[in-house]
């Protein structure tokens, strides 16, 4: 038993290794979802995710850490190409400071660049 799960480890070691990076980049989820070409991005047309912070020192950070979380949870979903919020589309962020810290609110519609084939 511990030879065969040894072989089976192995061998998807093996094909996770031969996989392309273009694909290894992409989930394939994002297929679900309507997308549009908008200059030189590919977009999705109507679906948004959404990111947030709060504790932060300044609003700065907490712009920065909205964003991060909402590439973060993008990245999941559909992989990396997708994952980048200066790329993203109909990108809003609204922020408000309770005391000192910071907390922002993230949404835009994933983006990815286009590649012609």
């Known amino acids: 038993m511990l030879r065969m799960t040894a072989a089976l480890l192995a061998a998807i070691v093996i094909a996770c290794a031969a996989v392309p990076p273009a694909v290894a980049e992409e989930t394939g989820l994002a ?4 997308q ?23 609003r700065k950070a907490a712009e920065a850490a909205a964003a991060r979380d ?7 979903e559909y992989g990396l190409a997708w994952a980048s919020y200066n790329l993203a589309g109909s990108k809003g ?5 309770e005391g ?14 286009y590649r012609r084939r």
């Open 36 to 58: 549009r070409r908008e200059g030189s991005r590919i977009c999705m047309s109507s679906h948004f995710h959404y990111g947030s912070s709060s504790g932060q020192p300044a």
């Open 93 to 97: 962020m609204k922020c408000s400071q």
């Open 31 to 34: 297929g679900i979802h309507e």
């Open 100 to 113: 000192r810290n910071w907390a922002c609110q993230a949404e835009a519609r994933p983006c990815k660049r």
């Open 70 to 76: 909402w590439a973060g949870f993008t990245a999941l």
